[in-house]
């Protein structure tokens, strides 16, 4: 970030106006002083890749991650990123950290340090969520599938240009809304997901801990704690924590009034599920100010995955029309039964549309490096490389070329691979869109890979379908090819400014 950005943050600090003139120059030369601030490049006892690679970390991590396999192959090395050197290990290295518990080898600790979580609020690990999700949403999925198509249909309808002649649609902004909407379904329930407020509340979130942190990680470790305030991102994280208290407490405080006839069901959705686990798990720190926090969290891990997911599929529809006809036919064929009406076997029964979406993640997935621990305790590798305490290492995991042979052509975008290898009897529960494995990192792996990828999946399933019954799709002429991806870093983005043309069948 520049200085001057820094000095316009400085600007909108409400309390500065009346702060004295000395005060504000102290200010000013201390963010001078430390606004370039970037770690000491003070590295592991392995190969660097690249003594400038810092801006090439950040904009094209892909490439450097790439020459890294092929240069050292099967050895460890480290990239000297902005953040300080970073080690990445081949992908083997992920067999010998899957035995690892969560306290020994964190995944959700590495990503907290990542994004600063003691600031951003997101160092916050809770075994009532990952319950709720590991659990109770997983055992439940089958529950919502009319809900969530119900949502998908009254976000199309409402939020969506009706598209009677070809409309180009900025696929960024719509997605996010729909996703919100459709997940909210299921985190909050009906009618809190079609609050506007809260749809905001719980998206914007998580562009406030990004944003934020990366602010906050220009300035020296020392000057964090003063930052922060400096920050509007980080400002108004603050404030979306009490805004989302204070928008779900109406339907909190009608929940705790309401007496259910015995032969009611209980309710199902993550704010139940939430309560109820906590009670089971006796955790006295859970009030409603602590669910709120965790609804915020699980929306943040579920809302902007979801949405990059579909926005790549689709750019990978659009890029090669001719998947649209037999993708299409699949959905009418598994629906046929119900006149349409999408119901849970049909997703399951998808297995195209599962293979696309899987094959257009392994192109597209949503990190280059997904398997990143933080050693919680020192590890010893079998190559004797110490990972010392507090280290965060990742694995080098978008490498096409560790393609198993019998996947075919491991650099072409074949959408239907992973349904041709389904057809062998042996292999057909394999393969899945939502199935984690050693050549298969996008989920995360092992036992803390990503928990909610089945629900993601059948979202991704529903709002797929919807699209593809009820719309053609195609790039603007002046888009050739699929667009290339984005990087920040690790993180694998879908190009902002194309725009997707939809017309209605
Ligand atoms: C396409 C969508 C999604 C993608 C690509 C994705 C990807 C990931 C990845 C790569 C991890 C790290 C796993 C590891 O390090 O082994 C992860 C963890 C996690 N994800 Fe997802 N995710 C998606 C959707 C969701 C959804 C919908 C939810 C919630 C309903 C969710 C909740 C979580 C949580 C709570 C964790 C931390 C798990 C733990 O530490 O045990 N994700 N996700």
Redesign the pocket.
Known sequence: MAFSELLADMESFPTLAWVSPALTAVAVILVALFSSYRKSPKGFNVPTLGEDSQMRYVQEADVLLREGYEKFKNTIFQVLTPDGPRLFLPRKFANELKPFK?HEA???KA?ADRHLGHYTTIDH?SDV??GA?KID?NRNLGLFVGDVEQEVAHCFKTKFPSCEEWTPVDLHETLLRIVAQA?ARIFVGYPMCRNDEWLECSTKFALDVMTGGEKLKLWHPWLRPFAQYWIPEMRRIRGDHQRALDLLMPELKKRAAETRQPDEPPRQDMIQWMQQRAQKLGDKSFDYKELANLQM??AT???H??R??IIHALYDIAARPEYIAPLREEIREVTKDTNGILQKQHLTQMRKLDSFMKES?RHS???VA????KAMIPIDLSNGFHIPKGTIVQCNTNILDETPAAWGAPHEFDGFRFYRLRENPEDTNRFQFAS?SYDS?????????????F??SN??KIILSYILSNYDIKFEDSVKGRPKNFMFEVNVMADPTVKVLFKKL
């Open positions: 969560r964190s995944g959700m990503l690990e969520m990952l999700i949403l997940s969290l699980t891990a579920a809302i995955t979801t990059l997911a993640q997935p949503p990190s997904t398997y990143q621990r984690p990192m996008q989920f995360g792996f092992g036992n803390d890979a990503c928990p909610g990828r629900f993601a979202q991704i």
